[in-house]
Each structure stands twice: as structure tokens, then as C-alpha cells.
């Protein structure tokens, strides 16, 4: 188990939606967060209730993710745990998207939180201990249709971060971890223009969650890290199911496809009812 006492915690993508929820979970178990986003003006407001520390930082660059590891060290008395959150959605096939949207999918959500990782695992290496926290999607378990580059670019993420942990044992560190955090589609606005999208279908398929349930899981993951944890559990042996048997999963496309719109349409309604 790790202690808050151990040293700071970084949210990546914490102006809004999950991560700034994750941020507020980490503060209220009493970790110092460092908030960091693309968007500096509204990482520092999201940030303002929860101690006010926050930095601008793109995770595509590799020595501002150093430069904002270096820093939750300094003030936080060491760096005890790094949550890439930060991602981007882009929907359709892929022979829809230009190279450049294929591109950027794949540096934000796959290299950037390479990029995180390892920034962060320079410093809990040489310290001993530290715990990076990857928030994949079950997109990473599963090819979703609709979201094809998109999953291809939190597939990776889930290889790179489980051979990174048996790489880390393999070398002699046991007390430092890295967890994947592979949840359900999430309410929150990546997916709020997303009802009448035919490309997102999938993220609509099974248990929509909120962006606070999400985050007091990761509020308890980084306390006790695991490898891998679905939400919900039961969505996650599912979705493996499917993975293991990829004619099953192409037979099913057209049930996939009415099940995402008949979720998109439920989803519609609850909205509308609370406003959202």
C-alpha cells in the first residue's frame, strides 16, 4: 500500500471532466495533486479549490513532462504518484481520419502518457517507490468499431504499461508500480456532443458512469495498485470475452450497433433530466 505521506501526486488533463475529479479524490485522501493541462487558464481554476497548484504541460512533450515530474518532487518531498489522464476522442473509421487526426490520437493517448511514465519513473526508481496510474479505457481491452484508432492507441498503452511494470520487477523494484485503469464510457463532456454520433456507439454499449465513481476508484487504486482493474468488472470480462474470440465479436457487430444507440438514446433522457 502507498501512503499519501509519501510524496505528491500529478493529474495529466485535470482542467476538467475525469481528471479533475481524480484530482479532487487524490486531494481529499490527502495527497498534495499537481494539476497540469494543455489549457493553463482553466487547470488554474480547477485547481484553486484544491490548494492551487497547477502547471500547463503538453503531455507530447517529453521534457515539459520532466520538467512538471521534477517540480511535484521538489514540493511535494518526493513524487509518489503520476496519473496520466490526459486523452482525446476522435470517432469514425479510420479511413475517415488524415493522417495528421491519426497522428495526434496516437501522441496524446499513447505517447503521452509514455511520456509521463517515464518522466515520473526516473524519479520513483532512483527513490525506490512510486506508483504511475494509466487510465486506459476498456477501449484498450477490446477493439471498439467506431473508435478504431482510438482503441489502437489505448491498446498500446495497456502493452506498454504492463511490460513496463514486468520490466520494473525484473530490475529489482518492487515498490514501484504502475496500474492500468480500464473503465466503461464516463459522462463527461468528451462524450456529451457523442449522442447522435454513430461512431461512438461502443462507448455507449454498457454501464455509462460518472466521472466521480471513476475517480474514487483511482483514489483507491493508487492506494493499493493492481495491474489491471475494469469497471465495471463484470463490462470487463465481457469485453475480454470478445477480444478472445474476434469472429464472435464481428458476428455481434450489428448488436453492438443497436445496443450503443438504444444506450446513446437512454443516455439522451437522463441528461435532459438532470440538465446536462
Known amino acids: 500500500m502507498i501512503s499519501p505521506a509519501r510524496g505528491a501526486a500529478v ?24 494539476l497540469t ?17 497547477s502547471r500547463p504541460l503538453d503531455v507530447r512533450d517529453e521534457t515539459g513532462c520532466a520538467e512538471v515530474a521534477a517540480a511535484a518532487a521538489e514540493r511535494g518531498g518526493g513524487l509518489g504518484l503520476w496519473v496520466n489522464n490526459a486523452g482525446i476522442l476522435v470517432t469514425g473509421p479510420a479511413w475517415k481520419q488524415d493522417a495528421s487526426t491519426r497522428r495526434r490520437l496516437i501522441e496524446v493517448n499513447a505517447l503521452g502518457a509514455m511520456n509521463g511514465t517515464l518522466a515520473a519513473l526516473a524519479l520513483m526508481r532512483a527513490r525506490g517507490r512510486g506508483h504511475v496510474l ?5 477501449a484498450g481491452l ?13 491498446h498500446a498503452l495497456l502493452a506498454f504499461s504492463l511490460g513496463t ?24 463532456p468528451m462524450l456529451h456532443d457523442r449522442l447522435d454520433d454513430p461512431g461512438a456507439l461502443a462507448s455507449f454499449t454498457g454501464s455509462m458512469l460518472s466521472a466521480e465513481r471513476v475517480a474514487a476508484r483511482a483514489a483507491r ?10 469497471m465495471p468488472r463484470w463490462r470487463g470480462a465481457q469485453v475480454r470475452l470478445l477480444d478472445a474470440a474476434p469472429r464472435l465479436a464481428l458476428a455481434l457487430t ?11 438514446r437512454r443516455q439522451r433522457r437522463r441528461a435532459e433530466a438532470d440538465g446536462t
Open 11 to 34: 493529474v495529466t488533463g485535470a482542467a476538467g471532466g475525469l481528471g479533475r475529479a481524480v484530482a479532487a479524490a487524490l486531494h481529499a485522501d490527502g495527497w498534495p495533486v499537481l
Open 37 to 53: 493541462d494543455l489549457d493553463a487558464r482553466a487547470v488554474a481554476a480547477a485547481a484553486a479549490p484544491l490548494g492551487g497548484w
Open 134 to 138: 494509466n487510465v486506459v479505457s476498456l
Open 142 to 154: 477490446v477493439a471498439a468499431p467506431g473508435e478504431t484508432v482510438y482503441a489502437a492507441s489505448k
Open 165 to 188: 511494470l514486468a520490466d520494473l520487477r525484473m530490475a529489482g523494484h518492487r515498490d514501484v508500480h504502475v496500474s492500468c485503469l480500464c473503465p466503461d464510457g464516463i459522462w463527461t
Open 221 to 230: 487504486l493508487a492506494r493499493r495498485p493492481r495491474p489491471v482493474v475494469t
Open 254 to 264: 450489428p448488436v453492438v450497433r443497436a445496443v450503443g444507440r438504444a444506450g446513446q
